[in-house]
C-alpha cells in the first residue's frame, strides 16, 4: 500500500487474449465458495511469501519497481501461472523513478537530524535551504486543511506537520499554498518515515522530507533557523504489471482480480504487499486457467504501486471504453497479515458515513460479501475507507465496484478494535509499514490465514455468479450506473 502517489508515460499489451487450453490447467471450482476457500491454505500461502522474502533477499533487500528485485517477482509470479496454463503478459509502462541524492537537515543548534526526502520531492539544490521553523500542531486534520495555518505566518518558512489522516501530496499542496518554502512531515511512530511520496512529479512544489516521531518532537520545542538540504532528481524508467485470464467464464462480465507486487525500496515488502500477491496468486493456482466458472477471471498483479498506484492506473487508462464496461467489479488486495491486524472490509456503503463516501454501485454488495464470510468464522470485521491509497483507485474513479479486505497499515487500531480483535490499541496495525522490518517472521498467521480465505471465497462468489443481493450491477443496469 502507498503512502501517496507517479507520472506514468505509457504501457502496452494490457489485456490478456484467451488462447488454447493445456493439459492439467483445469480445475473444477466449487460450486459452493466456502469449500473452494478452503484450498486456499495458509501454508501455501505462506510459501510464497518465503519465496518472495528470498527474491529480496538476494536483490539488496527489496522489490521495488523498477529493480532486478521487482523482476524476479515478476517472473516468480508468471511462471507459476504459465506452468497451471494461463495465457500470461506481462505488459511494460514507464514510470518516473526518483533518486533522493544528498539528504540533510541540521537543527537549530548546529546538530545532524536524520531525514528522508519524499518521492518526488523537489531538489533544493545542493546548498540547501536555510529557513526559520514554524509547527502547525497536530490535530484532527494535522496540515490536512487550510485552516491548520489560520493566524501564522509561514512565508519563506520551513514548516513542521504531522504524519496521518490525508495524503503527504495534500500537506504539501496546503504549506506550498500559504508561502511555505520546504515542508517537514514528522512521524507518528517510533520510526523513520520511509516510503512516502508526494504522488505525480507536476503536482511536488516544494521540498519535503520526512523525519522520525522523535526529531520531530526536539524540532518543535526549538525554534530557530533550520538548514535542510535535499538534492533531488527524478528520471523515466519501467516497469510491467502481470495480467492472466482465465480461458471460460463469460467475457463480458469479468471479475478483475488485484494486488500490487511491487514493495518499497525500504524493505522485502511481505505484508505490504507479498500477502496480497501470495493470497491471489494461490487462489488462481488453485482456481486453474480453464474452471468451470460462469464469468471469466482475470487476475491482475500491480507494478509501481508504491510510487502512485501506477500500473493499475496505465492499466484502466488503456482499456477501450467496451473493456471498461466488460469489467464487472474489482477486487483489491492488499496487506492481508498485519502484526497487529486489523479485520477490515472496504467500506462500499459508508456505512460508518465517516470519511470518504461510498463506492460506486454494487460495492455495497460486496462489502456484505466479506462481512458475512468473516462473520460466520467469528470475525467481526470493521468498514476502511476508499481512501485512495491502493489500487481500487483507478477502477473506482471509473464507476467499476471494488471490494477486498484489508489488515490494516499505518492507522492506529482503537481500544474497540483491540477488544474484539485482541492485539494492542493505541498501536499501529502494522508498525513494520514500509520498513525492513517487513518481513515473514512478522507476519500474523492468524489473519493471513482468515483473509487468504476470504480472498479465495469472494473471487469464486463472484466467478459463478454476479447476481442476488450482494450482486453488483449487468447489462442495462451496468450501462446506466456508470453514467449517472
Known amino acids: ?19 488454447c487450453s493445456s493439459s492439467g490447467s483445469e480445475a473444477a471450482v466449487p460450486a459452493d465458495p466456502v469449500a473452494f476457500a478452503e484450498t486456499v491454505t495458509v501454508d501455501a500461502v505462506t510459501g510464497h511469501l518465503e519465496q518472495l522474502e ?12 523498477g529493480t532486478p528485485g521487482y523482476d524476479a517477482s515478476v517472473d516468480y509470479v508468471a511462471n507459476l501461472l504459465e506452468d497451471k496454463g494461463f495465457d500470461v503478459s506481462t505488459p511494460e509502462f514507464d514510470f518516473s523513478s526518483f533518486d533522493p541524492g544528498t539528504e540533510s537537515l541540521k537543527a537549530t543548534d548546529g546538530s545532524d537530524v536524520p531525514v528522508r526526502a519524499l518521492t518526488y520531492s523537489p531538489s533544493t539544490g545542493p546548498t540547501g535551504i536555510t529557513a526559520r521553523l514554524v509547527v502547525i500542531p497536530a490535530d484532527e486534520t494535522p496540515g490536512c486543511e487550510a485552516t491548520d495555518y489560520d493566524g501564522r505566518d509561514v512565508n519563506g518558512a520551513i514548516v513542521l506537520v504531522t504524519r496521518g489522516v490525508c495524503p503527504f501530496g495534500d500537506k504539501q499542496k496546503i504549506a506550498a499554498d500559504r508561502g511555505a518554502a520546504a515542508l517537514l512531515v514528522a512521524n507518528n511512530e517510533d520510526a523513520m518515515l520511509g516510503g512516502a511520496t508526494l504522488g505525480e512529479p507536476e503536482d511536488a512544489r516544494i521540498p519535503t522530507g520526512g523525519v522520525s516521531k522523535a526529531s520531530g518532537e526536539a524540532l518543535a520545542v526549538a525554534p530557530g533557523d533550520l538548514t535542510l538540504i535535499l538534492d533531488t532528481s ?3 524508467t519501467k516497469s510491467r504489471n502481470v495480467i492472466a485470464q482465465t480461458k471460460t ?27 496480497g500477491t501470495a493470497a491471489v496468486l494461490e487462489t488462481a493456482l488453485q482456481m486453474g486457467s480453464s474452471p468451470s466458472i460462469e464469468n471469466a477471471v482475470r487476475f491482475a498483479f500491480w507494478g509501481a504501486e508504491e510510487v502512485g498506484l501506477v500500473g493499475s492506473t496505465r492499466y484502466v487508462e488503456g482499456l477501450s471504453d467496451q473493456e471498461r464496461a466488460d469489467i464487472a467489479l474489482y477486487l483489491n488486495f492488499d496487506m492481508l497479515g498485519s502484526p497487529n491486524a486489523g479485520y477490515l472490509a472496504y467500506d462500499g456503503d459508508n456505512s460508518d458515513a465517516v470519511g470518504e463516501g461510498p463506492g460506486p454501485e454494487g460495492s455495497a454488495g460486496i462489502e456484505r460479501t466479506f462481512v458475512d464470510f468473516l462473520a460466520d468464522r467469528g470475525i467481526a470485521a470493521d468498514g476502511t475507507d476508499f481512501d485512495g491509497r491502493s489500487d481500487y483507485g483507478p477502477f473506482i474513479e471509473i464507476g467499476i465496484p471494488a471490494g477486498g479486505v484489508f489488515s490494516g497499515a499505518d492507522e492506529r487500531k482503537t481500544p474497540a478494535q483491540a477488544e474484539k480483535w485482541g492485539g494492542e490499541a493505541d498501536e499501529t496495525f502494522d508498525p513494520n509499514y514500509h520498513s525492513a522490518q517487513d518481513n ?11 483473509n487468504a480465505s476470504a480472498v479465495a471465497f469472494g473471487v469464486a462468489t463472484y466467478a459463478q455468479d454476479l447476481s442476488g443481493p450482494n450482486g453488483v450491477p449487468v447489462g442495462d443496469a451496468r450501462t446506466q450506473a456508470r453514467t449517472e
Open 1 to 19: 500500500m502507498r503512502l501517496f502517489g507517479v507520472v506514468v508515460v505509457g504501457m502496452a499489451g494490457a489485456l490478456v487474449v484467451s488462447g
Open 440 to 450: 515473514l517472521a512478522n507476519i500474523d498467521r492468524e489473519a493471513l490465514a482468515a
Open 249 to 275: 467464464g463469460a467475457t463480458d462480465n469479468v471479475v478483475v482480480v488485484g494486488a500490487h507486487l511491487d514493495s518499497v525500496p525500504e524493505g522485502p515488502g511481505i505484508n505490504d504487499n507479498g500477502s
Open 54 to 65: 528470498k527474491i529480496a533477499g538476494n536483490n539488496d533487500g527489496n522489490r521495488s519497481a
Open 234 to 236: 527524478t528520471e523515466t
